[in-house]
């Protein structure tokens, strides 16, 4: 009998994991949004309609307005910034929120808002309380969502705390972030799963994201359920101040999240 239900138990261990490699194989991930090619589109010709490239003609893209880390003489901090030494103190509109700029590896700046970090190699410039940054292709665009908007947007699309999280904007003009997710595996093998996700950074809507879920029949989601992350969960007539408190404009009740009035 004892010999019976071991062979059981092997036999579903070594068909499961035969499952997983398969799928794994296929590429096949579950509860992936993917509206890359749409967005690519709708970017192109809003970029088109904007002429987004005449920022660089205007005042704001100017050496003066460039947040940097190294504190070189005789060159202007930025409005509302404060230089010292190779820190950089910006203030942000919307209840306080502050950004600090300094030296990251490779080249690249750290910036981090509200304790939450993010690297690039983007040249960004902060004028009248707005950043813009020259992505690829010299394309000037506004940069709306910063670390901390990115955090809590995929906080309120996985409702779990995540581990080893990083954000980094790239020449795209997209923020790529990734996570860890804790889980067991048949309710008692300890496994982590990467959580990866594109974010536009100019208008702040998801590009991507992809928790893989096709084997959520064999594990069980740990780690500290976050409650309350969505300002849809506040009395609906604050909804719209939740969301202003984050750095956005409104509340979207279609979309069900924070969103930016696009000009």
């Not at 699309?157 to 904007?169: F, R, T, Y």
């Not at 594990?219 to 202003?244: D, F, L």
């Amino acid at each position: 009998m004892y010999n019976n239900i071991m062979k059981g138990l092997v036999s579903l261990v070594v068909i499961s994991l035969f499952l997983i490699s398969f799928i794994g194989a296929m590429g096949i991930t579950g509860g992936a949004i993917d509206n890359s090619t749409g967005n690519q589109e709708q970017n192109k010709e809003a970029n088109s309609e904007k002429g987004l490239n005449t920022y660089q003609n205007k005042e704001m893209i100017q050496e003066k307005n460039r947040l940097r880390f190294e504190n070189k003489t005789g060159v202007q901090c930025p409005d509302d910034c404060i230089c010292t030494g190779v820190v950089v103190k910006c203030s942000l509109p919307n209840e306080g929120r502050e950004m600090t700029i300094y030296a990251g590896k490779s080249g690249n700046i750290i910036i981090q808002v509200k304790g939450e970090n993010m690297t690039t190699n983007v040249t960004l410039y902060k004028s009248e309380d707005k950043i813009y940054g020259v992505f690829k292709n010299n394309e000037t665009k506004r940069v709306r969502i910063l670390s901390d908007q990115v955090k809590d947007k995929v906080n309120e699309k996985i409702k779990k705390h995540l581990e080893k999280e990083s954000i980094i904007l790239e020449e795209d003009g997209n923020y790529k972030y990734e996570g860890e997710k804790k889980s067991k595996l048949f309710g008692f093998i300890p496994i982590k799963t990467k959580v990866k996700a594109e974010i536009n950074a100019e208008t702040g809507e998801w590009v991507k994201i992809n928790e893989p879920r096709w084997w959520g029949f064999l594990a069980k989601e740990e780690g500290e359920q976050i409650v309350g992350a969505s300002c849809g969960t506040v009395t609906p007539s604050y909804n719209n101040e939740c969301c202003k408190s984050k750095g956005y404009d409104i509340w979207d009740n279609e979309k069900s999240e924070c969103v930016f009035l696009l000009d």
